[in-house]
């Protein structure tokens, strides 16, 4: 099995309505790890998907969107400590994402199997009744996806931000 899949103009919903329930820090390692719990949180998006399963090659996209109720998720930040030509602040920061608990899981996924509504329709009803073994193999998926977008979030917008300064 060989898949590739993009996800494109995703938007995040919930966190307005989410609580920060733990803090921890290790500044020995310049990690910070925030769990927070969402009574809703909400994902949508287009997908690409290209793959070759069992011999056959599938090539869709379509909108997706994906709501999580009653989660729970760990973020841990942390940067390297930079060598001495680098301060801290530039350091890479990395982004870890731990999915701790999901209570329920609504995913929907447009032209899923080309556009096929009656078909379309009952995958749509079997992710949406019986996620939960799934949710097992997708979790780690879910961790890799948040950690990587986050990742690049943190780079792009806190690669400048003193760390050091601030939690001493």
């Known amino acids: 099995m060989n898949i590739k899949l993009i996800l494109k103009n995703v938007t995040e919903s919930g966190w307005s309505i989410s609580e920060v329930i733990k803090i921890k820090t290790n500044m020995p390692k310049n990690e910070i790890a925030i769990t927070q719990t969402f009574p809703d949180k909400r994902l949508n998006g287009w997908y690409e998907f290209e793959g070759d399963i069992?011999?056959?090659?599938?090539?869709?996209?379509?909108?997706?969107?994906?709501?999580?109720?009653?989660?729970?998720?760990?973020?841990?930040?942390?940067?390297?400590?930079?060598?001495a030509s680098a301060p801290l602040e530039y350091s890479p920061i990395m982004v870890k994402c731990n999915l701790e608990t999901c209570k329920n899981l609504e995913l929907h996924i447009s032209n899923l199997v080309g556009g096929r509504t009656i078909v379309e329709n009952m995958v749509d009803r079997i992710i949406n009744t019986a996620w939960q073994p799934g949710f097992v193999v997708f979790g780690p998926i879910i961790n890799e996806l948040v950690g990587t977008a986050f990742t690049e979030i943190f780079n792009k917008n806190f690669q400048r931000f003193p760390f050091n300064q601030i939690f001493k």
């Open 54 to 83: 069992l011999g056959r090659k599938i090539k869709n996209a379509g909108f997706w969107n994906l709501t999580l109720f009653d989660y729970v998720q760990t973020l841990t930040v942390s940067r390297k400590p930079a060598g």
